[in-house]
């Protein structure tokens, strides 16, 4: 049963490229790399922007606020404090008096201006200049909805991020998870989705049913998930749009860990066969579904490359469950995970080049989040605890959010929680991820979604 009934997608933004003012040419800005960035973080200034009457300013107030928290909890930036500044804000499209913001030691500043339009609409102009150089290496304009206004400083977040570090942002995305509250032994379980800053958290599922392991579809406003409803594990769809569901097939066993092909066409997913698993790919417009694994044991978690090409999977065909990798037509399945342990849900990064996976000691008290490259080299641990699974990358592969568990306190079980971690790929910046109950299985969105 689902609570969600109503628009939950992005809101469309229309943008524009502003041409810089007199005197302050369009340059290219000397990108620092991210290695740099992570032990030097870039300097940047970002006053409010300015409003023509006293709501613009306001919003301009917000919208300088939401730039900020996104680049700082990157950890990639320094947020030169307000009280630095020489000069307060910029008016209108004008260039800066640079003199006046190279005391304060930063590198890049951001200006812009808010302007309220009728019929609800708002138009957010913003420039970013390189300070040293004197020279505006960005300048567009946006036009939405007013209420769609943070919607706006994410995206130029990520275009900030994107052309001081040259690889793409991942601040206008959401986060879906599964929302936990009650005693730890009867828990209830609701879908959740929320903007990547913990913003506009809402309930997609009442939790009549437990529900598992969302996974956003790569071009449409949809989620797999698997649901107990009606007391039967399968995996369904879920519009995000409508709050429609729809359950993939009805096979005789439970079909579980759902993910989607990287064009959106099919889903692949495990399904039970008596003691074991097989994992299954289907074509979603014929529903269609060819098994791809044969093996007698217990193979779950596929995941495909992004080209599509291959699938990696957790398997206990070799005595303890390890990560594999076959084709996606099935076939040829080669094990690349010899550390000392057990690996669980492995996930392939957008960029290709890794694999996240979850390890865990024989005896299940050590877990760990770590990556390795897709041929089983490089394999490094990036955090650890009693209890954390389930990573996920952010669209740029830069960064992976995960769970985790604590123990309880006593034998009722307080002090327990789970909840969510961002770390950057290399273990550096992990930070809690804030969401108002206990959560688990998060499941990021694709850039823009």
Request: include cysteine; aromatic fraction near 8%.
């Amino acid at each position: 049963m689902t609570v969600a009934a109503g628009l939950v997608a992005p809101v469309a933004v229309v943008a524009q490229t502003v041409a810089p003012p007199a005197g302050g040419g369009r340059g290219q800005s000397a990108v620092i790399d991210v290695d740099h960035a992570r032990s030097a973080p870039i300097p940047i200034a970002i006053p409010d922007l300015g409003g023509a009457d006293g709501g613009s300013a306001q919003l301009g107030h917000e919208i300088a606020g939401v730039i900020s928290a996104d680049l700082a909890r990157s950890g990639l930036f320094r947020l030169i404090d307000q009280s630095a500044f020489i000069q307060a804000s910029v008016s209108g499209g004008a260039a800066p008096n640079f003199q006046n913001w190279k005391p304060t030691g930063a590198q890049a500043l951001v200006t812009g201006s808010v302007q309220m339009q009728g019929g609800g609409q708002v138009r957010v102009e913003f420039r970013l200049w390189d300070i040293l150089p004197q020279t505006q290496i960005q300048g567009t304009a946006y036009t939405t909805s007013q209420s769609n206004w943070r919607r706006i400083a994410h995206i130029m977040a990520d275009v900030i991020y994107q052309r001081l570090l040259g690889e793409k942002g991942y601040f206008d995305t959401r986060i879906v998870y599964i929302s936990a509250t009650g005693p730890r032994d009867r828990r209830t379980k609701r879908l959740a989705i929320m903007d990547q800053d913990s913003e506009n958290n809402r309930l997609l599922t009442d939790g009549t049913w437990l529900v598992l392991t969302p996974r956003f579809h790569p071009t449409r406003d949809e989620i797999a998930f698997m649901s107990y409803a009606n007391n039967r594990p399968r995996v369904y769809l879920f519009d995000l749009t409508s709050g429609r569901q729809t359950q993939l097939g009805d096979f005789p066993g439970m079909t579980f860990a759902p993910r989607f092909s990287p064009d959106g066409s099919g889903v692949v997913m495990a399904i039970s066969d008596g003691g074991g698993s097989d994992i299954i790919a289907m074509d979603l417009a014929s529903r269609v579904t060819h098994r791809l694994t044969d093996s007698g044991s217990i193979d779950v978690s596929p995941c495909y490359s992004p080209d599509g090409t291959q699938i990696a999977f957790a398997s206990d065909r070799g005595g303890d469950q390890q990560i594999y990798i076959m084709g996606s037509g099935g076939g040829g399945a080669k094990r690349i995970s010899y550390g000392n342990g057990k690996y669980a849900t492995p996930v392939w990064s957008p960029r290709g080049d890794l694999i996240a996976f979850t390890r865990y000691a024989g005896d299940t008290s050590n877990f760990a989040i770590g990556v390795m490259h897709p041929d089983g080299s490089g394999e490094r641990i990036l955090s650890e605890g009693w209890l954390v699974e389930g990573p996920t990358f952010a669209p740029n592969g830069r960064v992976l959010m995960f769970w985790r568990e604590t123990r309880s306190l006593d034998a009722r079980g307080r002090g327990f929680s789970s909840r969510l971690v961002s770390v950057d790929i290399t273990g550096f910046n992990e930070r809690p991820v804030e969401t108002p109950t206990d959560a688990s299985d998060p499941a990021w969105s694709p850039l823009g979604a």
